[in-house]
Nanobody, 128 residues
Framework: EVQLQASGGGTVQAGGSLRLSCAAS????????IAWFRQAPGRSREAVSC????????YHVDSVKGRFTISSDNAKNTVYLQMNSLKPEDTAVYSC?????????????????????WGKGTQVTVSS
């Protein structure tokens, strides 16, 4: 059974940092693309970052480029999202999702279409 567990959220002041973790189990980690999404109250879900753990391909949306970094520890089957210089507009529930890389690629413009495996989200709140 594919399972994804997001953790690491919390409340920080603007300019602060958090590191989110997405622990994966039930599938061959290297064979899946893993992505982070976020959803703020009253807004639709938006893509944040994605990674292909097999070859290290990553992508970050423009609003987080230079501030967020996605990485993976393949030995631990875990993907991380290091978030620096946080802004109040980063406040949202952050969720990780996975799909076989053979059918879902990490690329410019990635979205949630075609992602079938989702973990429960973790709340990130950035105060001004």
């Amino acid at each position: 059974e594919v399972q994804l567990q997001a953790s690491g959220g919390g409340t920080v002041q603007a300019g602060g940092s958090l590191r989110l973790s997405c622990a994966a189990s039930g599938f061959t980690f290297d064979d899946y693309t893993i992505a982070w999404f976020r959803q703020a109250p009253g807004r639709s879900r938006e893509a944040v970052s994605c990674i292909n753990p097999l070859d290290g391909t990553t992508y970050h949306v423009d609003s987080v480029k230079g501030r967020f970094t996605i990485s993976s520890d393949n030995a631990k089957n875990t993907v991380y999202l290091q978030m620096n210089s946080l802004k109040p507009e980063d406040t949202a529930v952050y969720s990780c999702a996975a799909e076989p890389s053979s059918v879902y690629a990490c690329y410019v413009g990635f979205n949630d279409y075609g992602l079938h495996y989702w973990g429960k989200g973790t709340q990130v709140t950035v105060s001004s």
